[in-house]
Structure formats: structure tokens, C-alpha cells
T-cell receptor, first 109, second 112 residues
Framework: SQQGEEDPQALSIQEGENATMNCSYK?????LQWYRQNSGRGLVHLIL?????REKHSGRLRVTLDTSKKSSSLLITASRAADTASYFC?????????FGAGTRLTVKP | ETGVTQSPTHLIKTRGQQVTLRCSSQ?????VSWYQQALGQGPQFIFQ???????GRGNFPPRFSGLQFPNYSSELNVNALELDDSALYLC???????????FGQGTRLTVV
């Protein structure tokens, strides 16, 4: 399945700390995307990394991709209380994205 | 603000009824996908439309159907509603199937 599986399921840190979330998948991909969801609302696109890329940055976000291990990680540096949300990875191949259950990140002020 | 709008925002229906949810895609996007998200779960792929044709379908029964119109807006229809259909329904549009998707805020459907 191309569905992403995020790890850990939940993560609680203090403001200012870094947060790392991992994603694994099982099939070949064109790209992998990360999304954030605040409680009960729509998903917000964070970053897209293509299968021929190994690392990508966007502000405080750093994403890595290891296609040989079929895994990706999302690092949020210097976290803020506003980063509290659920984070989903979406391995993408051809027609659709399939999300896992996500990582629930709580950043305590 | 993604430019993707969904209506209605909330809806209560009775088991056995039918419901139509609507999505207006971001301007220029010709691909739309629908997802069902139960409480505490990740979004589950229902189907995708590209230029008015179904372009992929998840593991949902035929009573879940859809349409995409020439202006690329879209509908999700669910017949014979069941209690388990209670969920947040999300619409996402994109330039193509392989680019970033922009999500609407969702329709919260409650089946009683």
C-alpha cells in the first residue's frame, strides 16, 4: 500500500524544542507530501519532496526522504505553541494520496 | 485561505437518507479528491476526478458517488446513509494528480 504510516502517534514537547516525526511507506512514489491539521479543520500543505530529492527546507521545517528505506522525516525546529496540530505524511504515486493516522504534536508553552 | 470552499459546513441527516456535499475548487485546478475523516483518524481516500472523469477510487461502496463539472467544481453524493458515515468530509483540489493539494475546511456530517 502507498499509505503513509506516521510515528510516533503522539508527541509532547516544550516550546523551543525540536520535534521530529517519521513516516514509512511500502511502494515506490513520485513524491511525498506533509500536511498539518488543526483540530477538526482542513489540512494545510507544508512541503512536497520529490523522489529524486533527499532533503528540503521551508522556514523552520526540514524534510528528509530515503527512498531506499521507504521513509521520510519531518523536523520542526524551535517549536511554538501554534505548532500544536496533527501532522500527516502522504506518499504520492500517480493518482492519489493516502494518509495514515498522523502524529499528534502538542507543544506546551 | 486555500481558495477551496465546501458547503455546507455542518449537516445532520437521518439514517437511510441521501446527502450531497459540494466543493468549489481553487481557480485553475482540474483535479479534485474527496476524503472521509472519522474522529481521531486520518483522512481516507474516497475518489478523485480529473477533467470530469473518475481517476481513482478508494475502498468505498458504490453508494458513494461523485461528479465533477466543467468549471471543475464537484459533488459528493452518499445514498442510504448509515451511522458510520458520520465524519468530516474533505475536498482537495490540485493542478494535477501529482502536485500539492489544497484542502477545504470540510463538511461535518452527522447521521442520526
Amino acid at each position: 500500500s502507498q499509505q503513509g504510516e506516521e510515528d510516533p502517534q503522539a508527541l509532547s514537547i516544550q516550546e523551543g524544542e525540536n520535534a521530529t516525526m517519521n513516516c514509512s511507506y511500502k511502494t515506490s512514489i513520485n513524491n511525498l507530501q506533509w500536511y498539518r491539521q488543526n483540530s477538526g479543520r482542513g489540512l494545510v500543505h507544508l512541503i512536497l519532496i520529490r523522489s529524486n530529492e533527499r532533503e528540503k527546507h521551508s522556514g523552520r521545517l526540514r524534510v528528509t526522504l530515503d527512498t531506499s528505506k521507504k521513509s521520510s522525516s519531518l523536523l520542526i525546529t524551535a517549536s511554538r505553541a501554534a505548532d500544536t496540530a496533527s501532522y500527516f505524511c502522504a506518499p504520492h504515486n500517480n493518482n492519489d494520496m493516502r494518509f495514515g493516522a498522523g502524529t499528534r504534536l502538542t507543544v506546551k508553552p | 485561505e486555500t481558495g477551496v470552499t465546501q458547503s455546507p459546513t455542518h449537516l445532520i441527516k437521518t439514517r437511510g437518507q441521501q446527502v450531497t456535499l459540494r466543493c468549489s475548487s481553487q481557480s485553475g485546478h482540474n483535479t479534485v479528491s474527496w476524503y472521509q475523516q472519522a474522529l481521531g483518524q486520518g483522512p481516507q481516500f474516497i475518489f478523485q476526478y480529473y477533467r470530469e472523469e473518475e481517476n481513482g477510487r478508494g475502498n468505498f461502496p458504490p453508494r458513494f458517488s461523485g461528479l465533477q463539472f466543467p468549471n471543475y467544481s464537484s459533488e459528493l453524493n452518499v445514498n442510504a446513509l448509515e451511522l458510520d458515515d458520520s465524519a468530516l468530509y474533505l475536498c482537495a483540489s490540485s493542478w494535477t494528480a501529482n502536485t500539492e493539494a489544497f484542502f477545504g475546511q470540510g463538511t461535518r456530517l452527522t447521521v442520526v
